[in-house]
């Protein structure tokens, strides 16, 4: 941690620096604008301009909070890079334009404006503070010394001097009152508020809450679409087969022993439907043994060969677990029914507090959110319990898939 003092002696280079190059940055941003539009409608170049303009701008950003940050020790939340939902070709670039419309990259550029003002204003403070230092020694010159400034003219050496002294003693206060209001300045534009926070907090449990509502509702929706399709039609089946095998009884026994054959063989092809059912809710051997060998249990069950590395040297909450099973899940789901993949390949490790997946195939692409799919469903799940779900399908493939879950060991 850096006393005030120390702050405020690292802030007055950066602003005499900021104020060098404001006027050069200015221009630089203005010529990229001013060629963006006139490049607009030349076979889209001007897009690619502003989008490149928007990555800029972000790092610009970041470079503004992190030396604002380690100048002044403030705590300034970390600034993601926004990336697009898109798995399309249109997703990178999507990407840099989805910065345009980032809050806090504005705020960063804002406040990097706003501080190269206070160091152009620095540069004057800093000349009239080397200003008095030559003047200090206007009695080393003789009994009179010639001040070109506001037109005085010739003075006497100790005039001089007392001017030189409170031009060091005006400048200096001046860089030093500028570089306080710099720490202010970014307080109040780079640190949250604890109101702020409260309310950047209470939207994020509201989304979450509802995201988590409509993973339920999917998974509702599937479960009993899977009874009604499935299970229900089969049992209803039995019911029947086993009606016929009794009027048969008496008069075809051969036939009625055929019909309970039957029946037989469609109950226990339900009862293996009820299971896979069940084993949609909540796996018990993720419960009872961890995610590492539910995980060995669904490969083994499942139709694509896949090639699986796990480095997880604890158990974590049932939630974190639970979740992460069921987006492996889901992407192996879709590999075999959809992608008509040959080979997946699956990572999963932890870092930082998070279990961290990634899951690619070699299948044909092309899987996109759907409300109400199986993809949204673990969207909505994932980012339910705090995590991120990032995945890109371009058509022909392959589709890659990464999420993060927070975890507590």
């Known amino acids: 941690m850096k006393n005030k003092a120390l702050q405020i002696a690292i802030a007055i280079p950066q602003l005499v620096l900021y104020g060098v190059l404001c006027i050069p940055m200015f221009m630089l941003f203005v010529g990229a604008i001013a060629s963006g539009i006139a490049l607009l409608f030349a076979f889209l170049v001007g897009v690619v301009v502003f989008a490149l303009l928007g990555l800029v701008m972000y790092l610009l950003a970041r470079v503004e909070e992190a030396r604002a940050g380690w100048t002044f ?54 000349h009239w503070f080397a200003t008095g230092i030559v003047w200090l020694f206007a009695p080393l010159m003789g009994e009179t010394y010639l001040i070109s400034e506001f037109l005085i003219g010739e003075v006497p050496s100790w005039v001089a001097l007392l001017l030189g002294l409170a031009a060091i003693v005006v400048g200096g206060l001046v860089m030093i009152g500028l570089a306080v209001a710099h720490r202010a300045l ?22 979450y809450r509802q995201q988590a509502l409509s993973a339920a509702d999917i998974e509702r ?20 087969t086993l009606g016929m095998a009794k009027r048969k009884l008496e008069t075809d026994p051969q036939r009625a022993s055929e019909l309970i054959d039957e029946a037989h ?9 009820l299971r896979q059912l069940v084993r949609g809710f909540q796996p018990a051997v993720l419960q009872d ?37 069921f987006a492996v ?40 959110r759907s409300p109400g799919g199986g993809i949204d469903g673990v969207i909505n799940r994932v980012t339910a319990a705090g995590g991120t779900y990032h995945f890109s399908s371009p058509e022909g493939g392959p589709t890659v898939i990464e ?3 927070p975890c507590a060991s």
């Open 289 to 325: 043994r961890g995610l590492d060998a539910a995980l060995s249990a669904l490969i083994g069950r499942s139709a694509v060969p896949v090639n699986i590395q796990v480095d997880l040297p604890n158990r974590y909450t049932d939630r974190a677990e639970a979740t992460m099973y």
């Open 73 to 126: 020790d403030l705590d300034i939340p970390h600034h993601a890079f926004r990336t697009s939902p898109r798995t399309d070709g249109w997703k990178f670039f999507h990407t840099l334009a989805l910065q345009w419309a980032d809050s806090r990259t504005w705020i960063g550029i804002l406040h990097g404006a706003l501080v190269s003002l206070l160091g152009a204003i620095t540069l004057f403070a800093l």
């Open 403 to 405: 999420v993060t879950v």
């Open 186 to 207: 970014s307080k109040q534009l780079l640190v949250p508020s604890r109101e702020a926070e409260l309310r950047h907090e209470a939207r994020a449990q509201s989304q």
């Open 221 to 240: 929706a599937r479960i009993e679409r899977d009874l009604h399709d499935g299970v229900q039609p089969r049992l209803v089946s039995v019911g029947m």
């Open 329 to 368: 899940a889901e992407a192996l789901t879709n590999a075999t029914k959809h992608a008509q993949a040959t080979a997946v390949q699956v990572r999963i490790h932890e870092a930082n507090g998070y279990l961290m997946a990634r899951i690619e195939d070699n299948g044909r692409g092309g899987a996109h």
């Open 265 to 273: 063989e469609s109950t226990k092809v339900a009862v293996t439907e």
